[in-house]
């Protein structure tokens, strides 16, 4: 059995993105890396720091981002199919840049990747999120973030990133175009893992926070759009109320405890109750109606989601 890691990446240096630590967290497991580096700016310094490992595992591929050919963050999905299309392996695990996976779910994945190596029905494999938000202590379990997503991928040709490449389909004859495209596409079969992505997209710098924000909606929206938008916001960004995001309480993965030693803005987090973000629209989890189904799943479905997400078939 082979299996390989892969991910995308563009401006991980300038914009905080973990992927130093996103690859060494599944790198003991893999047999090999691939990674689809963007055109970088010219002031930033991803490509040295996926060289510092040193790893002949990791194999980089050099790519050119085109928003306007893959618009509505579709280059996103693009980019991931780019360096699936390099993987060897017979299973697939997918981190995007800022996803790690801790070292106590290793045996875990090894063990199922083994198990299920020649049953065809099994075409990926499920992860339970940790999303934490404006700090390494806090995770966000709130309505609309997703508890769940496929991450590792029977390494099958019609099988693509889809969307804004959270996901993945099976495409059947696909143009390499239509990464929004529902129609004629499958939702993969799948198995729940008893494991966890530790999801890092929103704790770094609020300075850093704010560029990283506009540069996704850049992706999604384009330039001119994604600069109206920032315009006349402040220079960093504001996560809102934090004071009843749950508390982190347990260990992060070890290659995780450089970035978890540097956390330096505690005093732009707000814990008073009622804080009412500034300057921003506010973000799904905090309008009324997304609050009170927030309330309805925690205190009334002991946590389950209504009309929750659901991009698989999940196999028992």
Known sequence: MKISGFT??????????????????????????????????????TRAIIESINSDKIKIIDTVWDIEKYPDGMENAHQTDIAKSYCA???????????????????????????????????????????????????????????YEIRIIRNMPDIHSFQSAQTFRRIPDFDGLSYRKKEGTFKLKVKLLDAYIYHYGWVRPPELMQKKSKALDTIHKGETIAGKMYGLRPEYFDWGCLYDVPEFRETHPAVMRDMVNKFYWKDFLHFERGYVPKNRPLMKHERRKYRFLTFIEKHLLGGRQLFAYSNWKLLK
């Open 8 to 45: 995308m990446v563009k401006n991980a240096g300038k914009l905080y993105y973990p992927i130093r630590e996103v690859i060494l967290s599944v790198l003991p497991i893999v047999d090999e890396f691939i990674v689809a580096l963007g055109d970088c700016d010219s002031d930033d310094n």
């Open 89 to 147: 392996g017979d299973w697939l695990i997918h981190l995007q840049a800022d996803e790690v996976i801790h070292e106590k779910y290793h045996q875990t994945i090894l063990e199922n990747c083994e198990k299920y190596l020649d049953d065809k029905r099994v075409e990926g494999f499920l992860f339970h999120y940790k999303h934490f938000f404006g700090d390494y202590y806090h995770c966000i379990d709130f309505h609309g973030w997703y508890p």
